[in-house]
Nanobody, 117 residues
């Protein structure tokens, strides 16, 4: 049974930083790619960033976070990260990690990020 566990969320002032972690029970290299999503109150879940596990660790970001967030992974620790800098109030929400092993997808339980303005 694959489990994804997020951590690192919290309350931070605008302009501050947080680093989220997503620990995988099992081997991260069994996935094709991993993603971060977020969901703000009253809004739909939106994609934030992607990193491939194979294919050289290619990354991609939503325009809203490009230049401020960095996604990375440590295969030896079976963990994916999201470094979030220059945080804004609109970054507030529950952040979820997602793992793709086509055709299956796995989700974590989420971690709350609150940015005060």
């Amino acid at each position: 049974q694959v489990r994804l566990v997020e951590s690192g969320g919290g309350l931070v002032q605008a302009g501050g930083s947080l680093r989220l972690s997503c620990e995988v029970s099992g081997s991260i290299v069994s996935f094709n790619a991993m993603n971060w999503y977020r969901q703000a109150p009253g809004k739909q879940r939106e994609w934030v960033a992607l990193i491939t596990i194979t294919a050289g660790g290619r990354t991609n970001y939503a325009d809203s976070v490009k230049g401020r967030f960095t996604i990375s992974r440590d295969n030896a620790k079976n963990t994916m990260y999201l470094q979030m800098n220059s945080l804004k109030a609109e970054d507030t929400g529950v952040y979820y990690c997602n793992a793709e092993s086509s055709p299956r997808y796995y989700w974590g339980q989420g971690t709350q990020v609150t940015v005060s303005s």
